[in-house]
């Protein structure tokens, strides 16, 4: 069965950057490029972050970016602030199939 | 600016079907730019990609729910819909309907509803 693990909390302080991983187990996700991050508040709708592995939708801030190593998949947010507290979810979407990570839980500290 | 509204019942059965509607305002579900969707969370837990549909039909369906999902286009109510068959307990979640770019580019899930919650319980 395929499935992406992403670390289950991640914490960094104010201004600070932090990275959230997301690691590809039985699906290749060094193969291709369509690797999405979304962030969600609580009792948020999530919202798309980065698609194509690093690529910003128009509105989102640069603070974020994202990038892929092998089969590791990276989100980083730069210059933490209070508003960055949320849950991210990486996605995979080859092949007309998605896959989402378990989710990662970023605290500001 | 597209908006999406899911809609169907807030309680369902065991063993019975879920069904859910999503109306789409500000795009067209017949164009051949988009793919639109369902995913879904259960309360506490994570996201869960259910089934997108292209505007001619061709539906595709997350592996572990084959066998269970439904989805199909109404054009003339500008809307989609799902139906997942033999709900238990573990189909409880929030319902979230949303729209994917499919083009030259492709970028998944950037407009999404504002999300239906399902009970499933007798």
């Known amino acids: 069965q395929s499935a992406l693990t992403q670390p289950a909390s991640v914490s960094g302080s104010l201004d600070q950057s932090l990275t959230i991983s997301c690691t590809g187990i039985?699906?290749?996700?060094?193969?291709?490029?369509?690797v999405a991050w979304f962030q969600q508040h609580p009792d948020k709708v999530p919202k798309l972050l980065i698609y194509?592995?690093?690529r910003r939708p128009s509105g989102i801030s640069d603070r974020f970016s994202g990038s892929k190593s092998g089969d590791t998949a990276s989100l980083t947010i730069s210059g933490l602030q209070p508003e960055d507290e949320a849950d991210y979810y990486c996605?995979?979407?080859?092949?007309?199939?998605?896959?989402f990570g378990g989710g990662t839980r970023v605290t500001v500290l | 600016q597209v908006q999406l509204r899911e809609s169907g019942p807030g309680l369902v059965k065991p063993s019975e079907t879920l069904s859910l509607s999503c109306a789409v305002s500000?795009?067209?579900?017949?164009?051949?730019?988009?793919?639109w969707g369902w995913i879904r969370q259960p309360p506490g837990k994570g996201l869960e990609w259910i089934a997108n549909i292209y505007y001619n039909g061709n539906t595709y369906v997350n592996p572990s729910l084959k066998g269970r999902v439904t989805m199909s286009l109404d054009p003339s109510r500008n809307q989609f819909s799902l139906k997942l068959t033999s709900v238990t307990a573990a189909d409880t979640a929030v319902y979230y309907c949303?729209?994917?770019?499919?083009?030259?580019?492709?970028?998944?899930?950037?407009?999404w509803g504002q999300g239906m919650l399902v009970t499933v319980s007798s």
């Open positions: 949303g729209r994917e770019v499919h083009g030259y580019i492709l970028r998944p899930w950037d407009f």
């Open positions: 039985n699906t290749d996700l060094g193969g291709h490029n369509y």
């Open positions: 996605c995979s979407y080859e092949n007309n199939f998605r896959i």
């Open positions: 500000g795009g067209s579900i017949t164009s051949s730019s988009y793919q």
């Open positions: 194509d592995v690093s």
